[in-house]
Structures are given as structure tokens and as C-alpha cells.
């Protein structure tokens, strides 16, 4: 019998996955806002691992989804550069736990967002950090993870 693959979600973060997946919410499941906290994670710098965890999720969701899997990847080949085998089958455990972290860390930025905007307004708040990783002169000059996708030319 195959032993099914999923990843964690952090359970001091289920009420907000709540609200971003819920009817006035930018998302349709939990899995697409850790792919986007995840990215924000990354791109803010934030790293936070977690022990308590909520219900977890089927790594298939992200692998069946256009470029789930590929995010989750580009993730960790960007936190280890110098390590071309985190891309191995055997070390999926490793990425799946870096991703993680990263959707952790990202949703603390979301969290901090709503606490500092006073606003319950996700699709706005979510809206807004999208523009801003988008606005020239805004981004890292060094950043790996927007130099692979600038270099798909997505």
C-alpha cells in the first residue's frame, strides 16, 4: 500500500486560513493560501518553523495544480542554491518542510497586515502585497526564486 505525501499547515494560523479560504476570502483552499503565504514567506525573508500543526494536506492538491509543485521546488533550490540534490526525490520531506516554514512565515506577514491595516478586507490586503512584489523597485536585487521566474518569462 502507498503511503499518501502531505504537509503541514500551522494551527495558530487556522482561524486566518479560515478567513482566506471562506466565502469573502482570496482563496478556494487552504493549499493555494500556503502556496501564497509560502511565496510571501520567501520573499519577506520569513522563516518560521512550527511545531503545532493543523489538520495536514494531500501533497497531491499541490502536484496536480499548474505549477504547484514547481513553487514548492523553486523554494528550496533558492533556500540551499549550493545543493542540487534538495531536487531529489529522496529529499522531498526536507522541501515539503522548508515550504512549510516559509507559508508560516508568510502567513505572520498576512497576520501582521491585518492587525497594522485595521481591516478585515483579505481580498484587498492580499491584492495589495501581490502589486507590491509586482511594482518595479520594490523587489531584491537578488532574489533567486523571481530570477527563475523572470527567466521562464511566466
Same mark, same amino acid.
Given at each position: 500500500?502507498?503511503?499518501?505525501?502531505?504537509?503541514?499547515?500551522?494551527?495558530?494560523?487556522?482561524?486566518?486560513?479560515?478567513?482566506?479560504?471562506?466565502?469573502?476570502?482570496?482563496?478556494?483552499?487552504?493549499?493555494? /493560501?500556503?502556496?501564497? /503565504?509560502?511565496?510571501?514567506?520567501?520573499?519577506?525573508?520569513?522563516?518560521?518553523?512550527?511545531?503545532?500543526?493543523?489538520?495536514?494536506?494531500?501533497?497531491?492538491?499541490?502536484?496536480?495544480? /499548474?505549477?504547484?509543485?514547481? #513553487?514548492?521546488? #523553486?523554494?528550496?533550490?533558492? *533556500?540551499?542554491?549550493?545543493? /542540487?540534490?534538495?531536487?531529489?526525490?529522496?529529499?522531498?520531506?526536507?522541501?515539503?518542510?522548508?515550504? *512549510?516554514?516559509?507559508?508560516?512565515?508568510?502567513?505572520?506577514?498576512?497576520?501582521? *497586515?491585518?492587525?497594522?491595516?485595521?481591516?478585515?478586507?483579505?481580498?484587498?490586503?492580499?491584492?495589495? #502585497?501581490? #502589486?507590491?512584489?509586482?511594482?518595479?523597485?520594490?523587489?531584491?536585487?537578488?532574489?533567486?526564486?523571481?530570477?527563475?521566474?523572470?527567466?521562464? *518569462?511566466?
Amino acid at each position: 500500500m502507498a503511503v499518501e505525501i502531505r504537509f503541514r499547515r500551522p494551527a495558530e494560523h487556522e482561524q486566518l486560513l479560515a478567513l482566506l479560504t471562506g466565502k469573502d476570502g482570496p482563496f478556494r483552499a487552504n493549499y493555494e /493560501a500556503l502556496l501564497f /503565504a509560502a511565496s510571501l514567506g520567501r520573499r519577506k525573508e520569513r522563516r518560521v518553523p512550527f511545531e503545532k500543526s493543523g489538520e495536514m494536506i494531500r501533497y497531491a492538491l499541490v502536484e496536480n495544480r /499548474a505549477y504547484g509543485d514547481v #513553487l514548492i521546488d #523553486l523554494i528550496a533550490a533558492a *533556500e540551499a542554491p549550493d545543493d /542540487a540534490k534538495i531536487l531529489g526525490d529522496d529529499r522531498l520531506a526536507e522541501r515539503l518542510r522548508i515550504f *512549510e516554514e516559509y507559508a508560516n512565515g508568510g502567513l505572520h506577514c498576512l497576520q501582521a *497586515e491585518i492587525n497594522t491595516r485595521g481591516s478585515r478586507d483579505l481580498v484587498a490586503i492580499v491584492s495589495s #502585497l501581490v #502589486l507590491d512584489a509586482l511594482t518595479p523597485g520594490t523587489d531584491k536585487q537578488d532574489d533567486p526564486v523571481k530570477d527563475m521566474l523572470d527567466a521562464l *518569462e511566466w
